[in-house]
């Protein structure tokens, strides 16, 4: 059974920082890419980074907004994916999602607050 379980989120003021983890169960983690989504209120889900797997294991990709102030990383040996947010902004308010693309997996999400 595939599990996505994302952690790590929280209430946090304009200019903190916030580290989300993805824990993954039921996959093989190392031959698998993952991305993270985010959904603010009223907006689509949008993709935020993803990192890939295998021979792409040092691919990484981010939306322009969080270009410089985010990082994605694994960790196969924990079975982890996570995403490092610094300078965090008010817009960066959303559900954030963990998400498994070759499986077409979605994580329960985890709400992310940032006040001005």
């Known amino acids: 059974q595939v599990q996505l379980v994302e952690s790590g989120g929280g209430l946090v003021q304009a200019g903190g920082s916030l580290r989300l983890s993805c824990a993954a169960s039921?996959?093989?983690?190392?031959?698998?890419?993952f991305a993270w989504y985010r959904q603010a209120p009223g907006k689509q889900r949008e993709l935020v980074a993803e990192?890939?797997?295998?021979?792409?294991?040092?691919?990484?990709n981010y939306v322009d907004s969080v270009e410089g102030r985010f990082t994605i990383s694994r960790d196969n040996a924990k079975n982890t994916v996570y995403l490092q947010m610094n300078s965090l902004k008010p817009e960066d308010t959303a559900v954030y999602y963990c998400?498994?693309?070759?499986?077409?997996?979605w994580g329960q999400g985890t709400q992310v607050t940032v006040s001005s």
């Open positions: 998400y498994a693309p070759q499986l077409r997996y």
């Open positions: 039921g996959i093989t983690f190392s031959r698998n890419g």
């Open positions: 990192i890939g797997s295998g021979a792409r294991v040092n691919y990484v």
